[in-house]
Structure formats: structure tokens, C-alpha cells
């Protein structure tokens, strides 16, 4: 088990080109969210998928954003039409099913440092 | 989930223990207290989390006041590789969804001196 991974690690664009990241993450935890964080800021909660259904999703996810788990297992997030506020880091986290949120443990990928110039 | 306040930054000597605080007045009774810290250019990892009782794990201990109002994360012996961001976060025991997303502030920047 090496825990949460995503790829890339880094990704400098040009405003208005389409990006796409995945996660990767720990085996049979069924439980993936997405994360953003700025400088300086705590992660912001994207979305949320327990297997393949995307449960949750929050208003910072604009219509640009478009992200899928299709077997439930990996995932991607995609932005379309980029923009320089979408700079930021992308984390992505797991954790398994069973027990009550209260008690959930979320392991953190390395997340995606996207530039948009 | 509840609101936290927590200082902007600490600082702290490698070898000394070192006493986070995170104030929640407005907690329910349902409310779990999590830590998680966030070492430079990683993401988020978990601490240590707990109800009513102090807690103890390899990491960290918990300790929480008697009207749970506030908590301590304490490192007992504080080494150079626990300059991070501290995240004290609320979850919310109380019944509804199974899953919940982590509501982050800013946290604490913890620094430790040689």
C-alpha cells in the first residue's frame, strides 16, 4: 500500500487550455474527495464520490469543472477553459466506508500544484 | 460543522513539548475534535481526533477541556520534522450522512527551532 497518489505533481498551462488530473487512491477505500487550497489557506472541499457516484459537490465547483470516478476506483478532475484563479493546489483524499464520518480518517494525496499563466 | 479558532502561529525548540490550542465555544454535544497537520508541500495527514476523554497515540496527545470548549494537541518532544500547519477540525457525530467533507481554517504554522 503507498497511499494516496496523483499525477502530475506539478502542471503550468496557458489561460484557456483544458486540464485533466487523476488520483490514484488507496486501494478499496470507496470514499474519495477533492480538495483545493490556495496560498496561505486551508484545502476547500470540490467534490465528493462514494464508489462511482458523485455525491456532493460544492459551489466551487463551477461548470468548468468536471470530475469522475468511473469504475470507483480512480478518479479525474477536469477544468476546462482555464483560468489564473484556478491556480492552486489540488488534493485528493480516500477513506473507506465503513464506520460514521465522525470517526473517518481521510488520507491526503500530494496533491497537483497547477500555474495558469 | 462548528467553527474553530486557532493562533496563526507558534513557535517552539526542538526536544520541547509544544501545546497547540483550538478553541471551539460553539461545539454540540455530537461533535468529534480532529488534528490534522500539513507538512510543507504535502498534503494534509491525520493527527489524532477524540469526543470527551484525552487521548493518546504515537503521534500526539489530545487533551480537551471538561466543557469541551477547547482542546490542547500536545507533542510531547517536538523535532524539526513537525514544522507544519496544525488543522483543528469538528465533525459531526450527530446522525445524517455517513460521509463529510473536512471544513479546513487556517490552522496553526507551528516552527521549530534547532
Known amino acids: 500500500d503507498t497511499g494516496v497518489s496523483q499525477d502530475p505533481r506539478h502542471k503550468i498551462t496557458k489561460r484557456g487550455q483544458n486540464v485533466t488530473f487523476r488520483c490514484d487512491p488507496i486501494s478499496e477505500h470507496n470514499r474519495l474527495y477533492w480538495y483545493r487550497q490556495t496560498l496561505g489557506q486551508g484545502p476547500e472541499f470540490l467534490t465528493y464520490?462514494?464508489?462511482?457516484?458523485?455525491?456532493?459537490k460544492s459551489r466551487l465547483l463551477s461548470d468548468r469543472f468536471s470530475a469522475e470516478r468511473p469504475k470507483g476506483s480512480f478518479s479525474t478532475l477536469e477544468i476546462q477553459r482555464t483560468e489564473q484563479g484556478d491556480s492552486a493546489m489540488y488534493l485528493c483524499a480516500s477513506s473507506s466506508l465503513s464506520g460514521p464520518k465522525s470517526q473517518e480518517t481521510q488520507y491526503f494525496g500530494p496533491g497537483t500544484r497547477l500555474l495558469v499563466l | 460543522d462548528a467553527k474553530t479558532t486557532q493562533p496563526n502561529s507558534m513557535e517552539s525548540n526542538e526536544e520541547e513539548p509544544v501545546h497547540l490550542p483550538c478553541n471551539h465555544s460553539t461545539i454540540s454535544g455530537t461533535d468529534y475534535i480532529h488534528w490534522y497537520r500539513q507538512l510543507p508541500s504535502q498534503g494534509p495527514e491525520y493527527v489524532i481526533h477524540g469526543l470527551t476523554s484525552n487521548v493518546n497515540n504515537r503521534m500526539a496527545s489530545l487533551a480537551i477541556a471538561e466543557d469541551r470548549k477547547s482542546s490542547t494537541l500536545i507533542l510531547h518532544r517536538a523535532t524539526l520534522r513537525d514544522a507544519a500547519v496544525y488543522y483543528c477540525?469538528?465533525?459531526?457525530?450527530?446522525?445524517?450522512?455517513?460521509?463529510?467533507?473536512?471544513?479546513f481554517g487556517q490552522g496553526t504554522i507551528l516552527t521549530v527551532h534547532p
Open positions: 464520490f462514494q464508489n462511482e457516484a458523485q455525491l456532493e
Open positions: 477540525i469538528l465533525r459531526d457525530g450527530a446522525g445524517g450522512t455517513s460521509y463529510g467533507k473536512l471544513t
